[in-house]
């Protein structure tokens, strides 16, 4: 599988150039092409976006706003996805000191090329002014525009930095999260329900009562809600369980827990079963998961939960589950010989654990 750094190769800069050279007449294309693709190969993905920015200054314009502009024609001429972040790149790291302008730019590239890192900039540089702009962007008619409201004031976001001060005080996009909460586009309301993920790690009762007070009758903001919870749900958080009317005292017992092997190798399937059976004289709504405690490097063991079913167990009722998950390698996760630890939650609460060693080849 080629490396996704190539995504930014000779070829594309090529065609890069060529759109920039439509834009601006003075655009030298090969001094630029040669410029950008000296030392190629020694620079990662980030780098040679960054390093895109960069030499891209270099030959526009000096004056931001005439620069800007030829940015605005470009744009056009390129293909939209992870190499156009070329252009609200150079706006959050050269636009600084034309706020309003940059603000504007941004909002413009976010259907090209999110702007959701960029806009980051202008929120550490000014969080009130750049959040009442923000607040405008989230009743806007363009979904991606709407998006960028709610995933560039997320207070974790991922790759990026964090965002202190909305992390300290989750109210600060409340204004933003109310217009988004009942959005017709999935790629908003995943956001919404991203961003109120990031808030209940830090404010889990004030993510709660938030959402407590929106119209869950409605199935986009239901949905919305059910996937802000679900850290809270795997936690076994009351209040989040009591949204959905998942059983608070839940009482059932585990039955048959059972590892398909002792000890596999790299590469194998982790098979296990198990039934959960009820011993509460009345219904329990359910959410049932389970986690792999997986060998560290050094020799902990880090936890990793996993949904699998939600069910409604009637009196007396036993239910039977099984699951089979592939151990193998991957960027985000690399596996460690020796001892693993299986849980089975109900409701947040483990019901059970067994142990299984894991092997790798040599």
């Given amino acids: 599988m080629e490396p996704l750094k190539e995504m930014f190769n000779h070829r594309f800069y090529t065609g890069f150039a060529e759109a920039f050279g439509k834009a601006d007449r003075n655009f030298n294309t090969e001094s630029f092409i040669r410029e950008v693709t ?23 314009p000096a004056d931001f706003k005439k620069a800007i502009s030829v940015l605005y024609k470009a744009v ?3 293909q939209t996805g992870y190499t156009a972040l070329v252009f609200p790149g150079f706006v959050g790291m050269f636009g600084k000191e034309h706020f309003d302008l940059s603000m504007e730019a941004l909002k413009h590239f976010t259907a090209y090329g999110s702007s959701e890192f960029a806009v980051r900039e202008f ?48 109210s600060l996009t409340r204004g933003i999260l109310e217009q988004l909460n009942a959005d017709t586009e999935l790629y908003v309301r995943k956001s919404v329900a991203n961003h109120l993920n990031d808030i209940s790690k830090d404010h889990p009762d004030y993510m ?28 076994g958080h009351q209040d989040s369980l009591a949204v959905f009317n998942f059983e608070k005292n839940v009482k059932v017992r585990l039955d048959k827990f059972r590892l398909g092997a002792a000890k596999i190798r790299l590469g194998e ?22 986690a792999i405690h997986y060998r560290k490097a050094g020799g902990g063991l880090s936890r990793k939960v996993f949904k699998l079913k939600e069910a409604e167990l009637a009196p007396g009722a036993r239910l039977s589950l099984s699951k089979k998950q592939t151990l193998k390698d991957f960027t985000t996760r690399k596996h460690y010989a020796g001892e693993h630890k299986v849980d089975i939650i109900v409701n947040g609460s483990v019901m059970g654990e067994k142990t299984f060693v894991l092997a790798i080849p040599s």
Avoid at 38 to 60: A, G, I, M, P
Avoid at 269 to 290: N, P, R
């Fill in 38 to 60: 000296k030392n190629l190969e020694d620079r990662s993905l980030n780098q040679r976006l960054h390093h895109t920015s960069v030499v891209l200054q270099h030959h526009l």
């Fill in 208 to 235: 709660i009562r938030l959402v407590k007070g929106w119209n869950a009758g409605n199935t986009h903001t239901a949905w919305i809600i059910k996937h802000a919870s679900r850290s809270l749900i795997k936690l």
């Fill in 76 to 78: 056009e001429h390129v």
């Fill in 123 to 170: 929120l550490k540089l000014d969080m009130q002014k750049a959040l009442k702009i923000m607040h405008n962007w989230a009743a806007d008619g363009n979904h991606h525009v709407r998006r960028l409201a709610s995933e560039g004031s997320r207070p974790r976001l991922p790759w990026s930095f964090k965002l202190d001060a909305v992390i300290k005080e989750p």
């Fill in 269 to 290: 399937e982790l098979l296990f079963s198990f039934d959960i059976v009820s011993e509460k004289k009345s219904a329990q709504k359910l959410v049932i998961d389970y």
